[in-house]
């Protein structure tokens, strides 16, 4: 279900009538697949309509749609432009908080007030191309819940000029026709589905799946192929063919993929394995950090009485602990 | 160039301001103080692309920062100094993406300010070789054909013997350097990424050939060079791509002239390697793992980024360019 968020009646007649919505409220009106709001004028009575509205129902998407003033020359009236970012003003001071629409198109300032005179205007242009009273609003509502937010406006007029209100009032029905049609291109695309890879035989955590995907993407990056053929350059059925748990095969899986990224990865794990086999021969454990951040090398070992303890000061002597820092050093032959 | 350019009211009058604004051909906006607007909206660093604002304003504050540990070659003080907030180069890998909340561009015109706090401090380090550089926050060269301050800075070092200015940059827009005598303590110093992968991280910057051939021509001319490998971004043939790098500075004369050359493999601060995912993606240089490292910083691990600057060292011996001249930058063990 989509949520359609207007700001006046006016505006919001054609998308009323194309889309067969009946009234519910003097302010919602629903039909099969969308619900469109009357927000009214300004940022927090769209944000808290929005909100209230948020709480009855489950929305997949929220599209904000409707009239704005022009802050630059450029833009035609009566055009539609998709919104990029959006902006929020109070008092002609920019407030912290913006939030995204769409990956491409005009940015937009939404303004506690409305610009009546082009001095008011002026320190805006800097900010947006076009200005608003309600987006900002609606946007962060959907945002808090997760709802993604899209926002179309329709140019009605250059910002702080004389005779805007009059233009947009004689207008309004054209540019509500206007706005409808626009919505219906809008909904009529469809959203592209995920790729998702399907690994029978092996389990993954939320956490390790998201680790899968991001390796696969560093190697297609990394090879310069589709994430498709990197899946099917994995191996898979050598990986399922050993025998160990799903979730011991996730994690050969990822090491076998970091392995792939990683140029040392393969070099310090047998150096660092050959260095504390010798140690471990003698009954003496040794752990370093796995990030190699640190070089700190905790050394610990058991012993019952105090000819085993003898024997392994003994070995603790001839423990040399430069192989490791030269490891850690990157001291490694690598082609 | 700009969307809008801004500008402290109380600096409209002031001639350097002026000069600016007749070159930009702009009507500006008068404000108050430019963080009225510049960083009070969140505004994404992607936009620049397309609706990057300037700001002309008085820095207030510190004037001059003591520089960090490993930031130039170790045992003479170093600072830097604030001359702009931001840059109108997109390197991928730039930490300004993540350091304000906007990427519009602050220049500030009170140099003179700057260089008062300057001589105090180098009246504070007798017989000191004191180092001041200048590009932390904005490229050092890129806009100096509108803001013409460079005289004024080379003056203080021809003034100052014990003063060393480095101009750290990515440009070719020499116009302005090149109407100044070379001096040994004015230093122009280069970030250079090998040819193949700076076309595809350092977006918008003149080419490494081009950076290359204005060295060139400053060193022809005399002036005091440096270059900084920073960062180093792994690739399977980076160690190739170095030395291609390397033998072309050679064939230019340049190894031997350069007063030093700093080494740095790629690191970022947590949200600055949020925004350079974000922003691009498919960047290369997501291909390598990276880790948490010993100051929170986001890098490639120990033994890996070691491995890659000793390599690239070893190669920068090879080429001629002097041990003593070499140093690791922002490295536990610089």
């Known amino acids: 279900m989509h949520l359609i968020t207007m700001a006046h009646l006016g505006e919001a007649q054609g998308v009323i009538e194309l889309f067969n919505l009946k009234r519910i409220t003097p302010q919602v009106f629903e039909g099969d697949n969308l619900t469109c709001l009357i927000t009214g004028e300004g940022p927090f009575e769209a944000a808290t309509s929005a909100a209230y509205l948020f709480g009855q129902k489950n929305y997949t998407s929220v599209i904000n749609l409707g009239i704005a003033g022009s802050l630059s020359a450029e833009l035609v009236i009566g055009s539609i432009h998709p919104v990029r970012s959006v902006y929020l003003v109070i008092d002609g001071k920019p407030q912290f908080k913006s939030f995204k629409s769409l990956e491409k198109g005009i940015d937009c300032v939404t303004s506690f007030e409305r610009i009546l005179s082009p001095n008011k205007a002026l320190p805006l242009t800097g900010i947006a191309k076009l200005v608003d009273r309600e987006a900002w609003g609606v946007a962060m509502a959907a945002k808090t819940l997760s709802i993604p937010f899209q926002s179309y406006k329709l140019i009605s007029d250059e910002a702080g000029s004389l005779g805007a209100c009059e233009v947009v009032r004689e207008k309004a029905e054209e540019w509500s026709q206007q706005l409808a049609l626009y919505l219906k291109t809008i909904l009529v695309k469809v959203e592209k589905e995920t790729d998702t890879f399907k690994l029978e035989g092996f389990h993954f955590t939320f956490t390790t799946r998201h680790q899968f995907e991001q390796l696969l993407k ?118 | 160039m700009w969307n809008k350019v801004y500008v402290e009211e109380h600096l409209l009058e002031m001639p350097r301001v002026k000069s600016i604004l007749a070159k930009v051909k702009q009507d500006p906006i008068p404000l108050g103080s430019f963080d009225e607007i510049w960083g009070q909206s969140k505004k994404p660093y992607l936009h620049k692309r397309d609706s990057l604002n300037l700001f002309l304003a008085q820095k207030k504050g510190q004037l001059l920062k003591l520089a960090p540990d490993a930031y130039g070659q170790a045992g003479e003080p170093h600072y830097y100094f604030i001359h702009a907030y931001n840059c ?156 291609e790098l390397l033998n072309a500075m050679d064939e230019l004369g340049l190894n031997k002239a350069l007063n030093y050359l700093s080494m740095g493999v790629v690191r970022f601060t947590k949200d600055v390697y949020r925004e350079v995912e974000r922003n691009y993606p498919d960047s290369p240089l997501h291909s390598t793992p990276m880790i948490k490292s010993f100051d929170n910083k986001v890098r490639y691990n120990h033994p890996m980024r070691m491995w890659m600057m000793n390599t690239v060292k070893e190669l920068a011996l090879k080429y001629g360019i002097q041990d003593e001249a070499i140093y690791f930058c922002m490295e536990e063990h610089a």
């Not at chain 2, 706090?117 to 550089?133: A, C, G, I, S, Y």
């Not at chain 2, 940059?169 to 116009?175: G, I």
């Open chain 1, 218 to 335: 560093k190697i297609s990056l990394r090879d310069e192929l589709l994430l498709d053929e990197v899946f099917a350059s994995l191996p898979l059925d050598n990986i399922k063919n050993e025998i160990m748990s799903p979730k011991e095969r996730a994690k050969a899986l990822l090491n076998f993929m970091e392995g792939k990224l990683d140029p040392l990865k393969e070099k310090l794990q047998e150096g660092l394995a050959n260095w504390k086999a010798i140690s471990e021969k003698n009954g003496i454990s040794l752990q370093t950090d796995q990030t190699w951040e640190s070089q700190e090398v905790k050394v610990s070992f058991n012993v019952s009485n105090n000819e085993e303890l003898n024997q392994k000061i003994k070995s603790l002597a001839e423990l040399n602990i430069k192989p490791f820092i030269n490891l850690r050093n990157g001291n490694i032959h690598v082609e």
């Open chain 2, 88 to 243: 109108i180069y997109e390197c991928q890998y730039c930490y300004l993406q993540g350091y304000f909340n906007t990427p519009d561009v602050v220049l500030f015109v009170n140099h003179e300010e700057i260089l008062e706090e300057m001589q105090k401090t180098l009246d504070q380090h007798p017989n000191t070789r004191v180092w001041f550089h200048a590009g932390e926050f904005s490229d050092s060269l890129a806009l100096t054909h509108l803001t013409g301050e460079l005289e004024l800075y080379h003056d203080f070092c021809r003034k100052n013997p014990n003063a060393v200015i480095e101009l750290r940059t990515k440009s070719v827009n020499t116009k302005e350097l090149l109407q100044l005598d070379p001096l040994k303590n004015f230093i122009v110093s280069f970030s250079l990424s090998p040819f193949k992968i700076g076309k595809s991280i350092d977006l918008k910057t003149p080419s490494t050939q081009a950076r290359l051939k204005t060295m060139n021509e400053l060193n022809q001319k005399g002036f005091t060079l440096a270059a900084h490998f920073d960062p180093i971004i792994y690739q399977d043939n980076f160690k190739t791509q170095y030395e």
